[in-house]
């Protein structure tokens, strides 16, 4: 059982460039969430879903586009990085008052 | 505006000493759980213990337990025997409803450090 899969642990980026974060949970949950964690800081809510094909934004949802075509599946896009961006991502998923976090990505851009 | 709030950025304790992470949050929602998070420098988010709101009891795992004061909103998490493995991070949150739909709020963290 691989609970909450997040891809890839470390990434670098330019500014400018584009990425997309994976996540993927194996739970059949129908929420999903993704949070970026700065230096220091606590969680910030980027963007939830409560199922596929819904999706709503979060706390900081600027400069991201995430989408839910299946269950398992919750990709978080950034189109143009830029250097506020530079943070660790998490991934989660929750059911019945539970959730289950991903192992995080690390993202720098430069 | 629901939101968590974690007044001490740092603590240190004694290995083999107790310490309590204090947390308030603010909720008009009767309902809804609460968590204390441990991070280590791994960056993993482990759940440390939870807590239904509308439960009265205390919840306690093992070592870990906590201070549930509804009316005062508070959450405070204590840890007994503290050993060297206990340094991290300690997020507190809280997973509420909102026009039907689930969110997690989580506090800034509280840095513990146990000292030998």
């Known amino acids: 059982n691989a609970g909450v899969t997040q891809t890839p642990k470390f990434r670098i980026l330019k500014i400018g460039q584009s990425m997309t974060l994976q996540c993927t949970q194996d739970?059949?949950?129908?929420?999903m969430y993704w949070y970026r964690q700065d230096p220091g800081m606590g969680l910030k809510l980027i963007y939830y879903?409560?199922?596929?094909?819904?999706?709503d934004k979060g706390e900081v949802p600027n400069g991201y586009n995430v989408s839910r075509s299946t269950t398992e599946d919750f990709p978080l896009r950034l189109e143009l990085a830029a250097p506020s961006q530079t943070s660790v991502y998490f991934c989660?998923?929750?059911?019945?008052?539970?959730?289950?976090f991903g192992q995080g990505t690390r993202l720098t851009v430069v | 505006a629901q939101t968590v709030t974690q007044s001490q950025p740092e603590m240190s304790v004694q290995e083999a000493e107790t310490v309590t992470l204090s947390c308030t949050y603010d909720?008009?929602?009767?309902?809804?759980?609460l968590f204390w998070y441990k991070q280590p420098p791994s960056r993993q988010m482990i759940l440390v213990i939870r807590?239904?709101?509308?439960?009265?009891q205390n919840a306690t795992e093992n070592r870990f337990s906590v201070n549930f004061q509804k009316a005062a909103k508070s959450f405070s998490l204590k840890i007994s025997d503290s050993q060297l493995g206990d340094t991290a991070m300690y997020f507190c949150?809280?997973?509420?409803?909102?026009?039907?739909?689930?969110?997690?709020?989580f506090g800034t963290g509280t840095r513990l450090k146990v000292l030998a």
């Open positions: 807590q239904e709101a509308y439960k009265q």
């Open positions: 879903s409560v199922g596929a094909g819904i999706t």
């Open positions: 909720t008009s929602e009767s309902n809804y759980y």
């Open positions: 949150a809280f997973m509420v409803s909102t026009s039907g739909t689930y969110k997690y709020i």
């Open positions: 989660a998923s929750s059911y019945a008052g539970h959730a289950f």
């Open positions: 739970m059949n949950h129908n929420y």
